[in-house]
């Protein structure tokens, strides 16, 4: 495992964190965003989405599971685990087909399906740190061996 961390100080950098990661995205890829309520994983999300090219509002798909978002340079698959109660909720959804598809997974919450994602995700950790401000975050990027 190849472990990075970085910090971030705003919104805006933890966005253009985002951004980076969507630029250099393949297909395929597989971002698994951890951290609490309002660490940040929403506002990643919609960096990794403007790396990708896409234009269209991305918002939390709390109470859809899933979004999907066609408009950029690959496809954008938003998922948030955070309101599945069984991880087999989430093959209904065909979640694997989107994991092994040609787009970009982004996954809120991925603990609550630890079990379903494939090995070759990266881990993405978000923490606060009040004793350093509210608009700290520890960002911590976990890539298993042999990934780009
Ligand atoms: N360094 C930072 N990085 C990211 N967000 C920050 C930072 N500093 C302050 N914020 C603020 O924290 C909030 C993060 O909200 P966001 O919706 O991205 O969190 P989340 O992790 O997706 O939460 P949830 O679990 O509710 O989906 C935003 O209001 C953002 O402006
Ligand atoms: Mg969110």
Request: glycine letters at 12%.
């Amino acid at each position: 495992m190849e472990r990075q961390t970085l910090e971030t100080f705003g919104a805006a950098e933890t966005f253009a964190l985002g951004e980076k990661i969507g630029r250099g995205a393949a297909p395929g890829d597989i971002y698994c965003l951890e951290g609490d309520l309002g660490a940040g994983k929403t506002v990643l999300a919609q960096g990794i989405a403007a790396g990708l090219g896409i234009t269209e509002p991305v918002n939390s798909p709390t109470f859809t599971v899933l979004q999907v978002y066609e408009d950029g340079r690959l496809p954008l698959y938003h998922f948030d685990a955070y309101r599945l109660e069984e991880p087999e909720e989430l093959y209904e959804i065909g979640a694997e087909e989107y994991f092994f598809g040609q787009g970009v997974s982004v996954i809120e919450w991925p603990s609550q399906i630890e079990e379903l994602i494939p090995e070759t995700a990266v881990w993405v950790c978000l923490e606060k740190d009040l004793g350093r401000g509210t608009e700290y975050r520890r960002v911590t990027i976990c890539r298993s061996e042999g990934e780009a």
